[in-house]
């Protein structure tokens, strides 16, 4: 199994910026697809972001200009920089590993929270 811990969330005002981490277990790191997604209260699960073994990014449009992803393999991290955050980012944000053989693991979560 593939263990993969969020850290980094938190409250921050209108026009912030907070950076995720998320840190996974596992030898192979490097190919698995590592995405974030994001979940509101009485709402869908969302892909925010994701990026491919070979640096390949996809954005939601919600967060494109203003989000980036990045994967550093050398330390199996994956990192979401979040700048220009609206209220309307509040969610639950979920790290997720595709290891490509049709297994997909969760973390457990960090909280974000944008407010005056």
């Known amino acids: 199994q593939v263990q993969l811990v969020e850290s980094g969330g938190g409250l921050v005002q209108p026009g912030g910026s907070l950076r995720l981490s998320c840190a996974a277990s596992?030898?192979?790191?490097?190919?698995?697809?590592m995405s974030w997604y994001r979940q509101a209260p009485g709402k869908q699960r969302d892909l925010v972001a994701s990026i491919t073994r070979d640096g390949s990014i996809n954005y939601a449009d919600s967060v494109k200009g203003r989000f980036t992803i990045s994967r550093h393999n050398p330390k199996n991290t994956v990192a979401l920089q979040m700048n220009s955050l609206k209220p309307e980012d509040t969610a639950v944000y979920y790290c997720s590993a595709d290891l490509g053989i049709g297994m997909r693991y969760w973390g457990q979560g960090t909280q974000v929270t944008v407010s005056s």
């Open positions: 596992g030898s192979r790191f490097s190919t698995y697809r």
